[in-house]
Nanobody
């Protein structure tokens, strides 16, 4: 059984930084795209950033220049470095991965989420 486990969330003041990690574990043959989404209270889940296996990245306009997504393919892990945080960055951050596993083939899995709170 595959699991995505996020870590690194917490409470930080505006202007501060946090680094999120998401590690995929289990029998995994391959992982293609990985990404981070977030959901603020009362709002829909929204894209933050994605990264392909080859390292091509894509960001939401609201985080460009402040956030950086990266991955370590050998560790099946994706990271999100968040700098110059703003109160509007507050929310639950979820990672996802398009992966290939035994008995299922390709599908998109999600982590359980990690809370990020930015105080003003």
């Amino acid at each position: 059984q595959v699991q995505l486990v996020e870590s690194g969330g917490g409470l930080v003041q505006a202007g501060g930084s946090l680094r999120l990690s998401c590690a995929a574990s289990g029998i995994i043959f391959s992982i293609n795209d990985m990404g981070w989404y977030r959901q603020a209270p009362g709002k829909q889940r929204e894209l933050v950033a994605t990264i392909t296996r080859g390292g091509t990245t894509n960001y939401a306009d609201s985080v460009k220049g402040r956030f950086a997504i990266s991955r370590d393919n050998a560790k099946n892990t994706v990271y999100l470095q968040m700098n110059s945080l703003k109160p509007e960055d507050t929310g639950v951050y979820y990672c996802n991965a398009d992966l290939n596993t035994v008995g299922i083939g390709w599908y998109r899995d999600w982590g359980q989420g990690t809370q990020v709170t930015v105080s003003s």
